[in-house]
């Protein structure tokens, strides 16, 4: 099949540190590639792939000092994309709704993953004004906010399973991984680890918009003997320490549209101790591959039980539902759905803008 | 003809108090109407209108708590507005490049009026990649920083005339008007009063992004007895605050692409003091209709100078060159050279965008 990829351009494809969307886009590209198809991938100029390669911009916006207007940068780049869409069969969009005007006007079928979280109220009317296109949920809690749009399927991520390394025996310490912001709850991954005495680990990056918060809320509470503040990290060490961790803790307090941080932790054996929000309880089964909790004291309670959970299931429920091979061959199947539909003369909504706008 | 005007939905048309888009984009429309032409307004759905309207949402979304994501908002209406692309003859936008994707797959002829700065390095490759589309600037020196984009002419900014009345005799303060923020330079026009002993009156918003500027940089200035800071105020304030100054003084330090503000000082018959940068040389002659000026220092000459200059020219200078009707006619030559160019098969740069691209 021929298929495009459509990267966001803020960070590279894969990214070099923190950027969940551009990883699972790579993952994507590269099983894609793997199991024969001919894959071209739109993305930063400093990405790198076997597919073939569609760069844009020397290197990804967030590295960019002259990068001024990334969204004027995307809306050139999706008109590259539909000016060569006649060379596809699917336009995979990760690019949210900015290439929905070209979709609309392409014979060539879009599907669009959605990997942001969609509690923004001008999201629905605006994705259902366009069925014609597929939208794909990365969790089926994430289509909560939007039960209207165009869904076609919700398809979990997954990782090549050689990239984290099992590791058979707890660890000593808790890690919390990802990004420092409210809505991430560092805060009370610290208050946890100075109640049960186990050291927390910290390897997170700071958005520029979360500096303010890191510098009043979080960095008082790093000087604690408990809490070891190691900043972004990369894939290697990154592997370490998840490896080495008794536990994951993510103790989130917003709509997670899925957490690509619990699946890696899974890839290594190490247990998952996460709120219930967002995607939670549909990627951790509580009790066998984690403690999903509500509230602190729950989770000070589940550092203990963490350490009994066997960690053989963990890799192995990773292996079955959430490995780059699933991932490719579900959205295969979506696309291959996506184009028999077209063929058989379109079982789906017809397009309302269809009739009306001046297409040429 | 018809004609559909697409505005902004960051404020009403016409706004209520600051807004120079959204102000244009209403006096234009009116005098459209009274032309005779058949117009129709797409925006916030509090706007007031002689033309069909189109309102889009309750209320303008810097005033709507409820808003989250005013692009998608845009990128609704912009879908609505090129699904009826057949009932009108010309698509005159207000809105930036966001409409650009529909425009290039619409059989009606775009215009987009660029309002806003465009020292922007991703704005002229993408506007490079659309030459179908006909793009206006509001000063010729607007354009220099994208000399080869799609551009069809240049279209001052008009009032209807009798918004503002003319007054004949000189006040006695000097008028800052409009946006405090840093490129707006209200810091010099304190110190040019203070060094004048000239009154300064301040009539001008904070927006959110420059609240923490205003706090520590301009809030400690206004303490003194020649500075008077009185906040947002509406037309009606506006007309008595210009008719009644000295001079409006305008020391931007930022390629302003036109500035309202200077014409509509014009129209009461107050002289403009303003710093040689953007459109100012464009729209003030200096020593006839105001001093363009430099330094600080030169500023502090040009108090003295512009009680001398004579009033009736300026007004008259206003209605031979920035009234709506003047505004309104170029605007209806640039539509009748686009539709004349289209019908005879097009004398403009073929579309590169038109060949691949799968439109149906």
Sequence with gaps: MRIAQVAPLYESVPPRLYGGTERVVSYLTEELVRLGHDVTLFASGDSVTSARRQPFGQRALRLDPS????????????????????????????????????AHHSKTPTVITLHGRLDIPELEPLYCDFPEVSLVSVSNTQRAYMPRAPWVATVHHGLPPELFTFQPRPGSYLLFLGRISPEKGVDAAIRVAR?????LRIAAKVDRVDQAYFESTIRPLLDGPEVEYLGEVDDRRKNELLGGALALIFPIDWPEPFGLVMIEALACGTPVIARRRGSVSEVIRHGETGLVVETE??????????????RIPLRREFERRFNDQVMAEHYLEVYRRILSEKHSGGLRIPAPLAAAAGAS
């Design 195 to 199: 109640y049960t005495k186990v050291p």
């Design 297 to 310: 004291d729950e989770m000070v309670e589940a550092v203990a039980r963490a350490r009994e959970l066997d």
């Design 67 to 102: 990068a001024v207007d990334g969204l004027a940068s995307h809306m050139r780049m999706l008109a590259h994309v539909y000016r060569r869409a006649a060379e596809f069969d699917i336009i995979h969009c990760h690019t949210d709704y900015l290439g929905l005007h070209l």
